[in-house]
């Protein structure tokens, strides 16, 4: 209402200006008139004996034209003043339209507006729903908040009264010369009330707020605080002292249990755990529980000692919640995680047995308990080793979007490096496992089995996905990767000496003197006395090459156990030299025979003698 009544009291004031200036204005435009007539009255007494009709015509001219000029001049500021008239009666309806809109509109939105309170200690000064030029109203509230909060903490004995400053547009709530907050005319829309009736309203919460702060922040209180902080420090320290004292005498304690009570853990033979091991468990143990009941302690303490002074009580909080929150956050994430593990542990186990039934089932065809057309015995393990390392993968495939962390970035980088890593540092490897597969699918031996890879020769004793490794007759254990025997020939002596018998065969050299069939009855002979070579078959004799001065001769005989090998062709190379050593034959070649005069027969002394017997006979 008083709004209003001082926009009408402006309308009046200026119609009546207006109306005078119009007078004003026709008062003058009469004295101009006048004055052009008595002057050219004047002029024309004057200049009549001189100026002809023709000059006279053309100042009369002049002077209308002059006349016009200002009588357009007036009607010009008649126009201009009547438009701003005009202009103030449509703003000030348009203010009040304006105005009644804002109104209607604030009506509809209180409601649904919560608006920006200003808290200080706990309690709601008062509330802002609009902005004031660039500052929002949280900003409006936090400045707010800091003034108030800087006048109640300021320490001087000097006080001030607070009081409300109006101008044109707002009501500034004053503190000796500080501005605490303006009141705008929105504000008072909002509030439904008039700006300075609002600004009153504030004032009386405002001074209450900035009294019990300054009686909060004198200087007794801060003495008081002083020493309770002080107090708070000395009691900590003597819990300290305590803590130690008393983990001090534990860990005699635990020495004193170390040499009388304690006894060694051991699983069957194996000690897993003497009493010195477990006396060390037990003083770390001691020393982890120490630390802990002072981080505890210190937990507590270090809150109280911010909590104790206003300036730091929000610090204090924050201290507080920064070891609160890690523990809230991770008995959370536990109790929201337990879904998740519990379908962990099912999906393992049920992967677990279903192995263990596969593991079942190769075990019997290992045993050669079950039998599969076309499937092998020794494959039954590698297979098994194959089928559970898929369901390993599978296994983790289906646990891993169950896993803590697993769909974050950081997460999802770490495995695709490391994936990254592998796939470029194991091509050799990948080769070899490969290569393991196809040998263990090809069945060029087994373990046990002797066997010859290019020039190492033995007995395989183990095959690995990467490697197999051998043993040579030398006790040599040999490692060779499993894609150099996929690139090389080999030679399986035990397969060959279990299924059709190994033929083990060496070559001698005889002179044309010596009749064929006495040497092949001598290397037959020789061959059957041999240990570890079967009778049936037969052994035969092959004649490899006719030379110049002798005949080549290979014997050839069969075996069941190629593990025997070596031995094996050292009876059979010592059942020859006897057989020929008997039938007075001399193993050489005779290349040197014709050079050889009154020499003597090179044979065992025995044998020469039995030779020469036979000879007289």
Request: glycine share 4%.
């Amino acid at each position: 209402m008083r709004g209003h009544i001082q926009t009408l009291i402006f309308f009046i004031i200026f119609f009546f200006s207006t109306i005078s200036i119009s007078a004003q204005l026709k008062n003058k435009a009469k004295e101009a008139l006048n004055n052009i007539v008595n002057e050219k009255e004047k002029i024309d007494t004057v200049k009549s004996d001189t100026l002809s009709r023709k000059e006279k015509q053309i100042q009369d001219s002049i002077q209308i034209q002059e006349m016009m000029l200002q009588i357009q001049e007036m009607k010009l500021n008649e126009i201009i003043l009547r438009t701003e008239l005009e202009a103030a009666q449509s703003n000030s309806t348009n203010d009040s339209l304006r105005k009644a809109a804002q109104r209607q509109r604030i009506d509809s939105l209180r409601a649904l507006t919560p608006g920006v309170p200003v808290i200080i200690n706990n309690d709601t000064l008062l509330v802002l729903y609009t902005k004031k030029g660039g500052l929002t109203a949280h900003n409006r509230a936090e400045n707010i908040q800091k003034t108030i909060l800087k006048i109640g903490q300021d320490y001087s004995i000097k006080t001030d009264s607070v009081y409300i400053l109006d101008s044109e547009n707002l009501s500034d709530i004053m503190y000796g010369d500080k501005v605490i907050f303006s009141v705008t005319d929105q504000d008072a829309l909002w509030h439904n009330m008039p700006r300075n009736e609002l600004a009153q309203r504030y004032v009386p919460i405002v001074a209450k707020k900035i009294a019990e702060l300054k009686k909060e922040h004198n200087i007794l209180r801060v003495a008081k605080r002083i020493g309770l902080f002080i107090l708070v420090i000395i009691i900590q320290l003597f819990l300290w002292k305590g803590t130690n004292y008393l983990f001090r005498k534990l860990r005699r304690k635990i020495v004193w249990v170390m040499h009388n009570k304690l006894k060694s853990i051991t699983i069957k033979d194996y000690e897993f755990l003497d009493t010195r091991k477990q006396g060390r468990i037990l003083l770390f143990l001691s020393k982890i529980l120490q630390y802990a009941v002072i981080l505890v302690q210190l937990a507590i303490t270090i809150p109280i000692l911010f909590s104790i002074f206003p300036q730091t009580e929000t610090l204090a909080m924050k201290l507080f919640l920064y070891v609160l929150d890690p523990v809230k956050m991770i008995f959370t994430s536990i109790i929201k995680y337990i879904p998740n593990l519990f379908i962990i542990v099912v999906i393992y186990f049920c992967i677990k047995y279903l192995i263990k039934s596969i593991q079942y089932i190769a075990n019997e065809i290992a045993n050669e308990k079950l039998k599969i057309n076309g499937f092998y015995p020794d494959w039954a393990q590698p297979t098994f080793n194959i089928i559970r390392f898929l369901l390993y993968v599978f296994m983790i495939a289906m646990i891993y979007p169950y896993l803590p962390g697993s769909d974050s970035g950081v997460f999802q980088g770490i495995s695709v490096f490391v994936g990254l890593i592998v796939s470029l540092g194991s091509s050799s490897a990948i080769a070899n496992i490969i290569a393991g597969l196809v040998i263990t699918y090809m069945r060029p031996f087994k373990i046990g089995d002797r066997i010859k890879l290019e020039k190492t020769e033995g007995h395989v004793i183990e095959k690995t996905p990467f490697v197999t490794r051998i043993r040579t007759p030398k006790n040599e254990i040999i490692t060779i990767p499993n894609a150099s025997i996929m690139s090389s020939n080999t030679i399986n002596y035990s397969q060959s000496a279990k299924e059709y018998g190994l033929i083990i065969h060496t070559s001698v050299s005889f002179g044309y003197e010596v009749p064929w069939k006495q040497v092949h009855e001598l290397l037959i002979a020789a061959a059957k006395n041999t240990p570890g070579v079967m009778q049936h078959p037969k052994p035969f004799v092959l004649e490899i090459e006719l030379h110049d001065y002798y005949t080549l001769y290979q014997i050839n005989a069969y075996i069941k156990n190629a593990d025997r090998l070596a031995q094996i062709y050292s009876d059979l190379h010592q059942q020859i030299q006897d057989k020929s050593n008997e039938a007075g034959i001399e193993l050489m070649s005779p290349h040197y025979f014709a050079h050889r005069e009154a020499n003597p027969t090179v044979m065992p002394p025995e044998y020469l003698k039995k030779k020469n017997e036979n000879l007289e006979e």
